[in-house]
């Protein structure tokens, strides 16, 4: 079983839809978690950062943590054709031999169509 | 300012050619990062260098040698690569290894698209 689980997609919606993006993972330790949004032929760009469990929200867009079910989600709300990019979720447990370890998911990648 | 810069942005060599991949970040963060990317997968960690140190060297084949000259740059010094290495070298930066908070996350270059003939 992989640390970091996260479905490829693709993900296809309208524009304007609310897009719903999600990991899981086994890790207990992890306690970082990082998203972030990668066009293609690109470098991957942090969008948002939350430490153990709740939410955390950045204008369109919502981090959720529940470590009791290791999930975590990205919420994008009033999507943008802007937005069709890779999605990656990551994250980190700060200690011992995974120090300065992220783990990555697989990666979404969605489309926003017009 | 969150900018890591990387150089070049394309790379085409030959299995006998050395080359090098710069980095640079003035974030004063004093954790880097080589990662290597291939198509529809996520990165792969190569090295990590802590205040200029060695820090990790997650089993790379020696023809990837990897040079930290100051706090700022990053290098990775490539030699007698296979068409197998063709992918995209990603370097991020960190405050620091130990840092609490956001201190932990990572910020990309737009990475050197490189490929081996």
């Known amino acids: 079983q992989k640390e970091v689980e996260q479905d490829p997609g693709p993900l296809s919606v309208p524009e304007g839809a609310i897009v719903s993006l999600n990991c899981t993972y086994s890790?207990?330790?992890?306690?970082?978690f990082m998203w972030y949004r990668q066009y293609s032929r690109k470098g991957p760009e942090l969008l948002m950062y939350?430490?153990?469990?709740g939410n955390k929200e950045d204008g369109r867009f919502t981090a959720q943590v529940d470590k009791s079910s290791k999930y975590i989600s990205l919420f994008i709300r009033d999507s943008q054709p802007s937005d069709s990019a890779t999605y990656l979720c990551a994250m980190s447990a700060k200690r011992g031999s995974t120090l300065g370890r992220l783990y990555f998911g697989r990666g979404t990648q969605l489309t926003v169509w017009p | 300012d969150t900018e890591v810069t990387q150089t070049p942005k394309h790379l085409v060599m030959g299995m006998t050619n050395k080359k090098s991949l710069k980095c640079e970040q003035h974030?004063?963060?004093?954790?880097m990062y080589w990662y290597k990317q291939k198509a529809k997968k996520p990165p792969e960690l190569m090295f990590v260098y802590s205040y200029e140190k060695l820090s990790i060297n997650e089993s790379v084949p020696s023809r990837f040698s990897p040079e930290c000259p100051n706090s700022s740059l990053l290098n990775l010094h490539l030699h007698a690569l296979q068409p197998e290495d063709s992918a995209l070298y990603l370097c991020?930066?960190?405050?620091?290894?130990?840092?609490?908070?956001?201190?932990?996350?990572?910020?990309f270059g737009p990475g050197t698209r490189l490929l081996v003939l």
């Open positions: 890790n207990s330790a992890f306690q970082y």
């Open positions: 974030m004063g963060h004093r954790a």
């Open positions: 939350t430490y153990s469990s």
């Open positions: 991020a930066s960190s405050q620091d290894l130990s840092a609490a908070g956001e201190g932990e996350t990572q910020y």
